[in-house]
């Protein structure tokens, strides 16, 4: 079964694209602050993997909201980096690239940590199934991290903290503010994992 992985740039799915090794990457710069950064971590992994790396473009900058847009959160975003209907928009696009590849089995790096987000739930990945189950190309949604925290998927991945390093967890630029709750993630994780990034 031909197996596409989101690949984001970030600790999650690095460590995902590790453990997994999918036949395929797909990237997705849909307007965010920290497109490039997050683009340039998923090459250097895809390249080390020799996983076959997409970038789709997709400009829904006016549609943001929260730190990732470089705006103010909406009231009812439930974390200052929400973007609404994030996850939704990025399986729909990745699988949009997907089918084109043959895919039938496109992977995205949400953890158990991930459920104060509607679109980080089992609820969720299970809703998009069945969306994409009515529709022609036979894609099936899995989120083989999704029962994890960071630091269990980063140990039962392998990853070597060598290639990790190359993950971009800041939400809010292409250079680390060391000060967003993508940032703080990366560091508690490398720290819980005895790498003090300091």
Same mark, same amino acid.
């Given at each position: 079964?031909? !197996? ?7 600790? @999650? ?5 590790? #453990? ?6 797909? $990237?997705? @710069? ?9 683009? &340039? ?15 789709? &473009?997709? @400009? ?10 470089? &705006? $103010? ?8 980096? #929400? #973007? ?7 399986? !729909? ?27 980080? !739930? ?43 390093? #190359?993950?971009?967890?800041?939400? &809010? ?15 508690? $994780? ?5 790498? @003090?990034?300091?």
């Amino acid at each position: 079964m031909k !197996t596409a992985l989101l690949l984001s740039g970030g600790m @999650d799915s690095v460590a995902i694209a590790w #453990w997994k090794r999918p036949d395929i990457a797909i $990237t997705i @710069d849909y307007g965010h602050q920290p497109a490039l950064a997050e683009i &340039r971590a998923a090459g250097a992994v895809a390249a080390a993997l020799e996983i076959e790396h997409h970038i789709v &473009r997709c @400009d829904l900058a006016a549609l943001g909201s929260g730190d990732m847009a470089g &705006r $103010t959160p909406l009231v009812m975003a439930p974390v200052p980096e #929400w #973007w609404p209907f994030r996850n939704q928009m990025l399986l !729909t696009v990745a699988a949009m690239k997907a089918v084109s590849l043959g895919v039938e089995r496109l992977l995205i790096g949400c953890l158990s940590t991930d459920r104060q987000h509607g679109d980080g !739930t089992e609820a969720f990945i299970s809703a998009m199934n069945s969306l994409f189950a009515v529709q022609e190309g036979g894609l099936m949604v899995e989120a083989p991290a999704i029962a994890l925290t960071a630091e269990e998927l980063i140990q039962q991945s392998s990853i070597p903290f060598e290639v990790l390093a #190359w993950a971009h967890s800041c939400h &809010r630029a292409n250079e680390a503010c060391g000060n967003c709750r993508g940032c703080l993630k990366h560091y508690s $994780t490398m720290q819980a994992l005895g790498h @003090d990034p300091y």
